[in-house]
């Protein structure tokens, strides 16, 4: 079968157009191989251009939403909290663990946009709250959050579609025991019920961290490094928003500091910042891909950095992630179901 040529971003990310990915995906190979696969210089990420032109619609409406959620009141926003899911559903702040400590630098607003309610067994509700709870949205009259729940499920329901059609492309690289028609990497994705997005919002670094940034400070500084342990993880290019004295509406800035954004490590260990184009989505690979391919695709190790300039004001940071990934009770390999291999990592990550 041919192969199309691989194309790249500035900074070494591999890109590929989102028509070639419905026309012939399996015609990207070459190009999944050299994002995901285990060459000294792959970064674990692939960028999916040529997006239909809703996209930027969606992302803005959603990501605003991010900022306007943080401005709640903290009795408000922890209506939306949801303990008995470990906080995996609703509103999550401070409850992750990251570097060895409680993660206040940002707020996580988790629902699952593709079904509201699970239709599973209570046992598996039981035993994975994080992945079967219902969603909980903000009420529809909520000030300031109107139309949240649309939002979230359009954007994340636009996402989704596409790594569905990007499982495909990485089909061949999978396991035997998922090569037949029934068990395939994109019907992993497309019928399971743990589909989870995530609604970032990173808070202002400190009046200090704003205008003291040296070459001293951590590279993991707003998330510290971190694998996910997804099939596959979908992003959306980062927004940052001002917070003004004279308006309730804030201003879209630029990056606050040519440092600020997502790192990846090589398969090498070469730290590279990658940035996200606007109108892009990028698609990192999961340690559940990594499992579920014999590691011919690799987990991604990332991490958000701060940054900060002296004069930049209060500057936040607006995000949104979909992690893909099976039911708890598939098989990613011989060895481990999904919900052994999920239950292990929350364990690393939040307090019981």
Not at 17 to 23: A, C, Q, R
Not at 322 to 327: A, E, I, R, V
Request: contains cysteine.
């Amino acid at each position: 079968m041919s192969s199309k040529s691989i194309t790249f971003t500035p900074e070494g990310a591999v890109c590929i157009s989102y028509p070639d990915l419905i026309s012939s995906p399996l015609e990207l190979q070459a190009s999944i191989e050299k994002a995901f696969g285990s060459d000294p210089s792959s970064l674990g990420i692939i960028v999916v251009t040529g997006l239909p032109p809703v996209y930027a619609e969606l992302r803005e409406r959603l990501l605003k939403l991010a900022y306007y959620f943080s401005e709640l009141d903290n009795t408000t926003r922890e209506k939306y909290t949801d303990a008995s899911s470990r906080y995996s559903f609703g509103w999550s702040h401070g409850k992750e663990i990251m570097n060895g400590k409680p993660d206040f630098l940002k707020g996580s607003f988790y629902a699952n946009p593709v079904i509201d309610a699970p239709s599973v067994f209570e046992q598996y509700r039981t035993s994975y709250p994080e992945y079967y709870g219902n969603n909980i949205w903000p009420d529809t009259e909520e000030p300031g959050v109107e139309g949240f729940e649309q939002a979230f499920k359009n954007l994340g329901q636009f996402v989704f579609k596409i790594g569905c059609e990007l499982a495909a492309a990485c089909q061949p690289f999978a396991l035997k025991q998922f090569s037949n028609s029934n068990i395939s990497l994109p019907t992993l994705i497309s019928t399971s019920e743990t589909t989870k997005a995530r609604l970032l919002h990173y808070f202002p670094p400190s009046d200090d961290a704003s205008v003291s940034h040296t070459e001293d400070e951590p590279i993991d500084s707003w998330c510290g490094f971190h694998l996910d342990h997804s099939l596959l993880t979908g992003l959306c290019s980062a927004m940052y928003l001002e917070k003004t004295d004279s308006a309730t509406e804030p201003n879209v800035v630029p990056s606050p500091s040519p440092s600020s954004g997502l790192y990846i490590r090589t398969r090498g260990g070469d730290l590279t910042k990658v940035s996200i184009p606007v109108d892009s989505l990028a698609f990192q690979t999961g340690e559940a891909l990594e499992v579920a391919t014999g590691g011919k695709l690799r987990a991604t190790p990332h991490c958000v950095r701060v940054g900060g300039s002296p004069g930049v004001g209060k500057v936040s940071r607006e995000t949104f992630a979909l992690f893909m990934q099976p039911n708890v009770d598939q098989q990613l390999s011989p060895d481990i179901t999904f919900g052994q291999f999920s239950k292990r990592v929350f364990e690393e990550h939040y307090s019981t």
